[in-house]
């Protein structure tokens, strides 16, 4: 059997069950820990960028594309290793690496300061751990929650994740300025604390460790074995998946589109925009203040109406409504970043910054459940995988084109390009008969 005819099948069954009244208790539990933890790595992100500052503007570029390459060279390896032997597992594994580096960098700066090839391998730890605890942890709502359900589950789940974001930066310098970077990793070691405890009493199975002839079952049934070539061999075969299954293929290359277009907007070009348009730094924060705002409000909606508004799982248009939703999303965020490209004064330019959020946040909700759920079973982390690894390669491709081409033609050119290109993804979107129906 193929493995789209699997994906379609297991599908249909799960569709056919009846959606629970709420949330399962085990996946708010597991969710108030990771969102702790991404609170804490959000402030202990921005302590980083600051105390890289003080050795200079490259090193603090330095300091911060260290974790995204390390996590990008890394992430296929993750998701094979976190199917092979559970999202569970791999999570327990990079929650303690993380405590005791946290607290390995809390003695190193007190005692030493913080010299820049300590933040330097403080990022690639992170980088390293990033690259296989988030296809692990991007696989737990399936393993948690029944299909009817995943709509709002990643709803929730983006909205405190973007509440961690929104709130991250200002807590790390409130930290900083009362306890330095030592401060701020002791603070995040403490979450690494909570979420271990949390991940011990999670009621996820771990699989069996692989033998030689028979692979190990998972949480949600028999997984795949060992297949040739070892871990290499396994993130390789995520990549034939995607590629075979033509609504994974289509969902991948469409987030890459929109990682591209749409995320240097706000954090690229709102800057530049400012700068150019005279409107000093405040404005600029608050044009991304709006799209954050935009993307909580949206994913807080989605999160209270779930597969009543469309989701992932609603019978037979549940696919359908899914893709449309996506689509309008993309074509909302395109209005935004129009509106951001011709505003006139800041608070035109705020406005601009909530409806791109909202797009934004819009198809991320809607698009997240059906990837979520067309992935087999045996592959979750795998498909998690290739999904981090898509947005990361497309928004570090279009940032610097983008940043050049506004050395050449000022901001609002590229954001132009930008509407353009989002619209353009959204349009395509809705004429593909895959992300249209089943």
Do not use: N
């Amino acid at each position: 059997m193929s493995a789209g005819m699997t994906t379609t099948g297991a599908l249909a069954a799960d569709a056919a069950r009846p959606a629970p009244a709420g949330l399962p208790a085990p996946y708010l539990r597991w969710l108030a820990g990771a969102q702790l933890g991404a609170l804490g790595d959000a402030a202990l992100a921005f302590a980083l960028g600051w105390a890289a500052a003080a050795h200079g503007g490259g090193a603090a570029g330095l300091v911060l594309t260290v974790i995204t390459l390390a996590r990008t060279a890394l992430v296929l390896v993750g998701g094979a290793v976190a199917d092979r032997w559970g999202a569970r597992r791999v999570m327990l594994a990079g929650d303690a690496v993380m405590l005791a580096a946290t607290l390995g960098l809390t003695a190193v700066v007190v005692g030493w300061g913080s010299p820049l090839r300590v933040l330097v391998l403080a990022a690639v730890v992170i980088g390293v751990v990033d690259a296989f605890y988030l296809p692990a942890s991007g696989s737990v709502p399936r393993l948690l929650v029944d299909a009817g359900q995943l709509p709002r589950a990643l709803a929730l789940r983006q909205a405190g994740g973007q509440l961690a974001a929104l709130l991250g930066a200002p807590l790390g310098g409130a930290l900083v300025a009362v306890g330095g970077l030592a401060g701020v990793a002791l603070v995040d070691a403490a979450s690494f604390v909570v979420v271990l405890l949390v991940l011990l009493f999670l009621p996820v199975r771990d699989p069996r460790l692989p033998t030689a002839g028979r692979g190990p079952d998972g949480p949600s049934g028999p997984r795949a074995p060992r297949g040739p070539g070892g871990l290499l061999g396994e993130a390789a075969a995520g990549v034939r998946l995607a590629a075979g299954d033509r609504l994974l293929r289509s969902a991948l290359l469409l987030t890459g589109a929109a990682a591209g277009a749409l995320l240097p907007v706000v954090s690229l070009l709102g800057p530049l925009l400012a700068r150019a348009a005279g409107w000093g730094a405040g404005a600029a924060g608050l044009v991304a203040g709006g799209q954050g705002a935009g993307v909580l409000v949206v994913a807080a909606l989605l999160a209270r109406r779930g597969a009543a508004g469309g989701g992932a799982a609603g019978g037979t248009g549940g696919r359908t409504g899914a893709g449309v939703g996506a689509a309008a999303g993309l074509c909302t965020a395109a209005a935004g970043i129009a509106l951001l490209a011709v505003a006139p004064v800041p608070a035109v330019a705020v406005l601009g910054g909530v409806v791109t959020g909202a797009g934004s946040g819009l198809f991320a909700g809607r698009l997240g459940p059906l990837l979520l759920a067309a992935a087999p079973d045996s592959h979750l982390s795998r498909v998690q995988a290739l999904l981090t690894l898509v947005q990361s390669a497309a928004l570090v491709l279009s940032t610097g084109a983008l940043g050049l081409l506004a050395d050449s033609l000022g901001p609002r050119a590229p954001m132009a390009l930008c509407a353009l290109a989002t619209g353009a993804a959204g349009l395509l979107a809705l004429a593909s008969p895959v992300l249209r129906r089943a």
